[in-house]
């Protein structure tokens, strides 16, 4: 027997999901106002991980931008510290918990006109479960993987999040192709300063 409800499909708690949001979403730094690009990237992308399924209005997503800014801020200083061999603080933990439990909902049973009589619908706000997803799949990995594998880029310039999966468990970079071999050319550049420098001394 097939299922035909018109349910929407559960959020799939992706692994990486956190690290996508960390690095990918671009929103204007916490205490500058908020502006049309910082809606229209956040609509983008949550719609592009299965996370807005309805047409919700511009001011509401605004009124959501500092919690996303939080939540951003949350993630990131919570790999940092994982990243540097440290446990999150017990103030991190409580928030990324109360971010899940913002995001709790259950589905409800709703008639219908038409062939059709009832349908299931899920029951809570779309952005805290939005949020709670995105601090769910921080939490599941940390608790289900070697949390010392999350890093952050080493590039003072860059900052991504990354799981490292060299086989060391040495990696300082979230791409060796850019910030590895930047880091690599300044090394380089700089040693070749100071072999000048001391050639020019003597």
Not at 116 to 134: I, K, N, S, W
Not at 148 to 153: I, N, Y
């Amino acid at each position: 027997m097939t299922d035909a409800h018109d349910a929407w499909p559960e959020v799939a708690c992706q692994p990486e999901l956190f690290i996508e949001f960390a690095n990918r979403l671009r929103l204007s730094p916490g205490g500058s106002p908020s502006n049309a690009d910082d809606v229209a990237a956040l609509r983008s992308w949550l719609a592009d991980h299965g996370l807005l399924k309805v047409r919700t209005a511009d001011a509401r997503l605004e009124r959501d931008l500092p919690a996303f800014r939080e939540l951003r801020s949350l993630v990131r200083g919570i790999a940092a510290r994982v990243g540097d061999g440290e446990t999150p603080t017990a103030r991190q933990l409580s928030a990324i918990n109360r971010v899940m439990r913002e995001g709790l909902h259950y589905h409800a049973l709703r008639a219908t006109a038409g062939d059709r009589h009832f349908r299931m619908e899920p029951v809570g706000d779309e952005l805290q479960q939005a949020r709670a997803t995105v601090a769910g799949s921080l939490a599941h990995y940390l608790a289900d993987h070697d949390e010392h594998r999350l890093g952050v880029c080493a590039n003072d310039t860059c900052g991504w999040l990354f799981i490292d999966e060299s086989p060391a468990g040495r990696r300082r970079w979230c791409d060796m192709r850019t910030c590895g071999n930047r880091a690599k050319v300044a090394r380089h550049r700089a040693r070749a300063r100071g072999t000048s420098s001391g050639t020019m001394s003597a």
